[in-house]
């Protein structure tokens, strides 16, 4: 199970970074955005990237009743109506990470290696070379071998998430002052269902 929470996160930044369906949405929001704020639709001047924070406020810049979002999905949509299918597909894990505290997993990791401990000081008390005894050494080499894979996967899945918040990260200053990851996964995990919002209502 924590070996799982470990892989959750290591897979959500790992599809928020390599996904080409996120990359276009961000690219065209982009567009959007120097359109609105400086009228301009060449990419050549304007703001060069933005904050994944202020996807959240795509839904309430609207004309008439159309949102940013609406446009967005008329656009994607007109393109290849598969596409937020695929876009949702491409980011399956990030929901579960939005969910997934790092301090928490931290900490239960820590109260399985204080278990793995107190098996291994258990065996000075059972007789040597007993059948009992051969047992315990057994049991204390599996979950040793599991604490060392565990300790791994999560200094693993820390340094990912790390590195995919600082790539998406618009300056050193903010690449300095990361939020936790459920913070960063969280912003994601809400533009996906607002654009799900939006596009159903597009469809119908």
Known sequence: SLLERCH?????A??????????????LVLKVGNFINHGVEDGKEGARAFDLASLASLASFK???????HFLCLTMRSAHGG???????????????????LDVLKSAIQLFKNEVEFAAREMSAVEAGS??????????GMLESELCQLQ???EQA?????????????SERAASNLPPPEVFFGQIAGFMDSLSSAWREIEK
Do not use: C, M, P
């Open 8 to 12: 959750t996160l290591r897979a959500a």
């Open 14 to 27: 790992d599809e928020v970074r390599s996904s080409t369906h996120f990359r276009e949405l961000l690219n």
């Open 63 to 69: 004309t008439g009743a159309v949102s940013t979002l």
């Open 83 to 101: 596409f937020l299918e695929e876009f949702r597909a491409s980011l399956e894990h990030v929901h579960d990470a939005s969910r997934e505290k």
């Open 131 to 140: 059948a009992a005894a051969d047992r315990l050494r057994a049991l204390v």
């Open 152 to 154: 791994s996967s999560l």
């Open 158 to 170: 820390a340094k990912e998430v790390i590195d995919v918040q600082k790539y998406f990260s618009i």
